[in-house]
DNA sequence: TTCTGCCTGTGAACCGATTCAACGACGACA
DNA sequence: TGTCGTCGTTGAATCGGTTCACAGGCAGAA
């Protein structure tokens, strides 16, 4: 690490206000801002004249004030569970794509599946007066969010369906798509599946283990013979690795693997080629989400397909609706997964 | 796709102000900011009453007034090349911890390689009033980055070094890098290599090739005859794959491809494979990033590795420090990279 | 008892924009 | 020449906090 230092910048005293334009450009406070709002009503010559001096002044209006006086509001806060997983970012490109579009902006945070963190952030957008929030929830508990919304704050639930009928959601149907990826790994012969999870207090851990439950009982099998849950703290390579190695030091693994997520698996099928297993020779594995790099692993990797920049764009939809003109009704909308059979569960012909 | 649509919600007329609270709780507007900024010098009593009045009226400050009157400055900005790409979002991890250690908060935007995004973002942040803005900059003027930290917004270059002495910036040392790589592949016998590049618009497309051509040249070779370079519009899987149908197209395939970055090599090698060309028999690979799926490819990736984590958490700091009492110089971090050599390239043992 | 000083609490000024009632100038029209 | 409407411009009020000079009350010291 190298390291060079340069002179130190002179750091200018204040920014320009509107009134620093004014007196530059001869004429009133107002009028100034009236170049800025409603050019029409001014004069071409004093426009000129205005915007040589915004020009001159380098002037930056200050969004503080204008949205303090205005409630001009034109930001969306989305927060994520994991920024770091390819399918979140998917989610994030759909809702800025669409945003932009309708000429507003996105402010983007990380949960990191952290509770607090989530509500730090919640709390950070609302002060800045966003318009609303998409928001993937890192807990159970939607209360805060209700309140959120019940305040004036349009707020839709992203990748998670809403009991309470108050929140408009967007979301894939997490029970069928898990419900495919079992059935598959049943119908290829396996009969008791290896289930790495995340915490229950996140709805996508929640719903695919019901899905998984689901398949189970739906061919027969009891749940609690044929499933070998393994719980990790979070859901990415780190999770799927620690997962494989929980699960190998238990002894008599199945010979099956479903994971949470592809990032799950991708961290799985590097710990069992580690431990010296095939996949799917010794262990078949199905994942989640069929992220961008899913078809291009070592093994080609099952995974469960999701519309997921659609489920960006709908969201984003849904919240200027709510949020604009005429306050649209809650809407809850669900998409179907699909299931993509790849070499890793051995399904592929 | 199936929706169902819940009852409207009330929107709330007004959310509470602080003068609310006040009279809520009987007491005066000072009274109340001091609960909420100086709570020592607020009486047990009174501190109660406040409290529960905010309590009661789920009283949320607005932001855009308390950072109007007391230029309070928590939040950061960061403008990123490309926010789907694992290498962007590890820095981008890296910021965020260091951020919150201070108190602070990221607001993360991608300029997805467009100028026009990057003008937008740097307006927005700017109008905000940002602390200062971390930027990969999408293109080679950087004049109005200069021209904001003249204005008194703290600016650091990430993964760019600055011509200009009066930009801080974090990089890793490109051209070294790219020369590593493509060294790599001239030792193991190529002497005509492709290389899938970016617009020239983007410093690291730009250093990337200067590192190339100095290791074709200390190899004794011309560069107009040992490199075939390929320019693609964006840098991603979607760019690798056309880069690759491009340089087949085009025939007399050298023996060896060098990509930008692994998203890159990622689609090149997508689109090797259904040209039913081996890796690393009939084309070797190299990519740059050594993103964290790049060993768990099909063929896994010899890359170049970068200090991601550590980029940001510098960066982070930099600017922080920079923009902080006492107004410290600007600094040029500089990192070295490290060859990760794997299959891909046909040069692991 | 009076004075001093500390502790709480008050309320007006201010940050930088937007908005709107009001005003002056000018041309049209009777 | 007097009246009216239009157009362009003005400046004060306002948004919701923070800050600070100051006031009132009370305890301890003289």
Same mark, same amino acid.
């Given at each position: /690490?190298?390291?060079?230092?340069?002179?130190? @910048?002179?750091?200018?005293?204040?920014?320009?206000?509107?009134?620093?334009?004014?007196?530059?450009? $001869?004429?009133?406070?107002?009028?100034?801002? %009236?170049?800025?709002?409603? @050019?029409? *009503?001014?004069?071409?010559?004093?426009? $000129?004249?205005?915007?040589?001096?915004?020009?001159?002044?380098?002037?930056?209006?200050?969004?503080?004030? *204008?949205?303090?006086?205005?409630?001009?509001?034109?930001?969306?806060?989305?927060?994520?569970?994991?920024?770091?997983? @390819?399918?979140?970012?998917?989610?994030?490109?759909?809702?800025?794509?669409?945003?932009?579009?309708?000429?507003?902006?996105?402010?983007?945070?990380?949960?990191?599946?952290?509770?607090?963190?989530?509500?730090?952030? =919640? *709390?950070?957008?609302?002060?800045?007066?966003? =318009?609303?929030?998409?928001?993937?929830?890192?807990?159970?508990?939607?209360?805060?969010?209700?309140? =959120?919304?019940?305040?004036?704050?349009?707020?839709?639930?992203?990748?998670?369906?809403? @009991?309470?009928?108050? #929140?408009?959601?967007?979301?894939?149907?997490?029970?069928? !798509?898990?419900?495919?990826?079992?059935?598959?790994? =049943?119908?290829?012969?396996?009969?008791?599946?290896?289930?790495? %999870? !995340?915490?229950?207090?996140?709805?996508?851990?929640?719903?695919?283990?019901?899905?998984?439950?689901?398949?189970?009982?739906?061919?027969?099998?009891?749940?609690?013979?044929? /499933?070998?849950?393994?719980?990790?703290?979070?859901?990415?390579?780190?999770? !799927?690795?620690?997962?494989?190695?929980?699960?190998?030091?238990?002894?008599?693994?199945?010979?099956?693997?479903?994971?949470? %997520?592809?990032?799950?698996?991708? !961290?799985?099928?590097?710990?069992?080629?580690?431990?010296?297993?095939?996949?799917?020779?010794?262990?078949?594995?199905?994942?989640?989400?069929?992220?961008?790099?899913?078809?291009? #692993? /070592?093994?080609?990797?099952?995974?469960?397909?999701?519309?997921?920049?659609? #489920?960006?764009?709908?969201?984003?939809?849904?919240?200027?609706?709510?949020?604009?003109?005429?306050?649209?009704?809650?809407?809850?909308?669900?998409?179907?997964?699909?299931?993509?059979? *790849?070499?890793?569960?051995?399904?592929?012909?």
């Amino acid at each position: /690490m190298v390291t060079t230092a340069g002179r130190a @910048p002179q750091r200018s005293p204040r920014r320009a206000s509107i009134s620093d334009v004014a007196q530059e450009a $001869g004429v009133s406070l107002g009028t100034v801002s %009236n170049v800025l709002n409603r @050019p029409d *009503r001014v004069s071409p010559t004093t426009r $000129g004249k205005v915007l040589a001096a915004i020009e001159h002044l380098s002037f930056v209006p200050n969004g503080s004030a *204008r949205q303090l006086r205005a409630g001009t509001i034109t930001t969306v806060g989305a927060i994520l569970l994991d920024i770091a997983n @390819p399918f979140f970012t998917e989610v994030a490109r759909g809702i800025e794509d669409r945003l932009a579009q309708a000429d507003h902006t996105l402010m983007l945070a990380s949960s990191d599946e952290d509770p607090e963190r989530e509500a730090r952030y =919640l *709390r950070l957008f609302e002060e800045h007066g966003v =318009l609303g929030m998409l928001v993937t929830p890192a807990s159970t508990d939607l209360e805060p969010l209700l309140e =959120l919304s019940r305040r004036g704050v349009g707020v839709v639930l992203l990748d998670r369906t809403s @009991p309470a009928e108050e #929140l408009s959601s967007v979301a894939v149907d997490d029970v069928a !798509g898990a419900a495919m990826a079992v059935e598959h790994l =049943l119908s290829l012969g396996h009969r008791r599946i290896a289930f790495i %999870n !995340g915490p229950q207090s996140i709805a996508q851990c929640v719903d695919r283990r019901a899905g998984m439950v689901r398949a189970l009982e739906a061919a027969g099998l009891d749940p609690d013979e044929a /499933m070998v849950e393994i719980t990790v703290s979070s859901l990415n390579a780190e999770g !799927g690795e620690a997962g494989v190695t929980e699960l190998l030091a238990a002894g008599t693994a199945p010979s099956a693997l479903f994971c949470v %997520n592809d990032l799950t698996a991708l !961290g799985a099928m590097r710990a069992l080629r580690s431990h010296g297993l095939a996949i799917p020779a010794d262990m078949a594995v199905v994942g989640y989400d069929d992220v961008n790099f899913a078809s291009m #692993l /070592m093994t080609p990797l099952t995974s469960v397909r999701q519309p997921t920049r659609q #489920l960006g764009e709908v969201a984003a939809d849904l919240l200027l609706k709510a949020a604009g003109p005429g306050m649209a009704a809650p809407q809850r909308i669900q998409f179907q997964p699909e299931l993509v059979v *790849r070499a890793s569960s051995g399904g592929a012909h």
